[in-house]
């Protein structure tokens, strides 16, 4: 060990790396240590902001699960930053099987509301098969590759028993078509035919009904940041190389060597015994040839390219007065033209904003009522491209459709997310692609160098996409932060435990 305890850098400053941090600073071994953030702030793809005179979540929005096994409902109850309703026995103890509640209201593309009792009969087909992919989880073959294409599967063979008028049928279709895109935000994927069928049963879904922070998601993310040494946050710092497996010397530090540099794009040479890379899988991806030297092991790299990472983001839309039932809670957007049996070749400039699954009422603010909508894949990718003038346009003339109201007033304002355009973290979120398994997470998972030789624990792979049952989520990054810290903390307890050798 170095003078002053081991020189750790923790590169993102997301809650994975954050957790890390905060683990690590309270060892004994008095570690020095820095996190590296890219950008201005910290808390990563938890964003929350000030707007329409209160606070939006642009990134992060529910605690999934909030429940005891969950750290962060944990963490947020310690802080003090839930309310009654969400610490509750009662909401804890809630099964939604992680499914997305039902709508509120259901409108169509030509202006009508949908029975709920057909919506809920949609849901309940739609969510049964979904339940039905776990059984593939063990099992040595499955019938397709993808959940998607099990799902058309089996709703083909449901809809050739259906006695309904051929009008009833195509409704019931565009509603599932909607359901279909509402698994793409969940999943972060462009379309559920990408998703791998045999390790979907794998991500784990934790007790309590989903809930929010009043003050905003980034509060979590403060409190664990100002928990952290003075001066551990580095901002605006982003990482050009991380040099590994050598034998580095720094002037600041005579007669010492470190087995890694960590080499910043604005010059900054910083040595290290230990790295702990918590950057978002989809920026691995776009620059991983270049952020390792020497490369990545063949394995580690194939793993990087497998593993899925898409694109969900939120539009929000600002109102001087509602023009939904006071009691509304999400409205469902159904477009009568779709179906989940046939594939849309109409282009995206024309058709993006059909992969909208509708609107999320949020608590009204002070003087403003705001809908968010979600939308993912491709299309959300699409809309980022797009001005604010043209997102707002084509989101009014789809409220306008299907309320039937041409005369509905336009939107003040709006705000959207764009994840996929942000250079350090170029989308939302993983999922297991097909082509790859659960085994893919645990590798990218695996500390370098991974053949026992050299120095250990050089560089530590942490973040959402290396969760094997919480991929996907803000518990599951917190907790591959607290592995990864956890693993340092073991091999300097074993350093210290060890006998010296005898003079």
Not at 130 to 135: G, K, L, S, V, W
Request: proline share 6%.
């Amino acid at each position: 060990m170095a003078s002053g305890g081991p020189r750790v850098l923790v590169v993102g400053g997301g809650i994975a790396g954050l957790g890390a941090a905060q683990r690590l600073c309270r060892h004994p071994a008095a570690p020095h240590l820095r996190v590296l953030e890219a950008t201005a702030g910290a808390g990563g793809r938890i964003r929350s902001e000030r707007y329409f005179g209160g606070v939006v979540e642009l990134g992060a929005h529910w605690i999934h699960g909030p429940s005891q096994g969950n750290p962060v409902f944990q963490l947020a109850a310690e802080f003090g930053l839930l309310g009654e309703k969400e610490l509750s026995e009662e909401n804890q103890l809630v099964e939604t099987g992680g499914h997305v509640a039902l709508p509120s209201v259901s409108w169509t593309s030509s202006g009508t509301r949908v029975s709920l009792e057909v919506v809920t009969e949609m849901a309940n087909l739609f969510y049964g098969l979904i339940d039905q992919t776990r059984e593939f989880l063990n099992a040595t073959e499955t019938p397709v590759a993808s959940v998607g294409e099990f799902l058309k599967k089996e709703i083909s063979q449901q809809v050739a028993n259906w006695t309904e008028d051929e009008d009833t049928k195509k409704l019931k279709l565009a509603i599932l078509n909607t359901f279909f895109n509402i698994e793409c935000c969940v999943s972060g994927t462009h379309s559920m035919d990408l998703v791998a069928l045999a390790p979907f049963g794998e991500y784990t879904v934790l007790p309590g009904l989903d809930c929010t922070f009043v003050g905003g998601y980034q509060g979590l993310t403060d409190c664990i940041l100002a928990s952290l040494p003075k001066d551990s946050m580095v901002f605006d710092k982003p990482v050009k190389t991380i040099h590994w497996n050598g034998s580095f010397q720094e002037a600041a530090f005579p007669g010492e060597t470190f087995p890694v540099l960590v080499e910043c794009e604005d010059g900054t040479r910083l040595p290290a015994h230990h790295v702990i890379v918590t950057v978002p899988l989809g920026f691995l991806k776009e620059h991983q040839d270049t952020f390792f030297e020497p490369p990545l092991p063949a394995k580690k790299a194939e793993v990087i390219r497998k593993i899925g990472f898409g694109t969900n983001n939120k539009i929000f839309l600002e109102f001087e007065e509602p023009f939904w039932e006071p009691d509304c809670k999400f409205i469902q957007v159904v477009w009568e033209d779709t179906s989940p049996l046939q594939d849309t070749t109409l282009s995206l400039q024309d058709t993006w904003f059909k992969k909208l699954i509708g609107f999320l009422v949020l608590p009204p603010f002070e003087s403003s009522h705001v809908l968010c909508g979600f939308i993912a894949g491709l299309e959300s990718e699409f809309m980022e491209t797009l001005s604010d003038e043209e997102v707002l346009l084509s989101l009014m003339q789809v409220l306008r459709r299907v309320t039937g109201n041409p005369q509905l007033p336009a939107a003040k304002s709006v705000l959207r997310s764009r994840w996929h355009s942000a250079p350090y973290t170029r989308g939302s979120y993983s999922y297991v692609a097909v082509g790859s398994t659960g085994d893919d997470l645990d590798l990218l998972a695996q500390p370098l160098p991974a053949d026992g030789t050299g120095t250990q624990l050089q560089i530590l792979f942490a973040g959402e996409a290396t969760h094997r049952a919480f991929y996907s989520t803000t518990h599951g990054a917190l907790l591959s932060g607290w592995r990864e810290a956890d693993r340092l903390i073991d091999l300097w307890d074993s350093q210290v435990q060890q006998p010296r050798p005898r003079l």
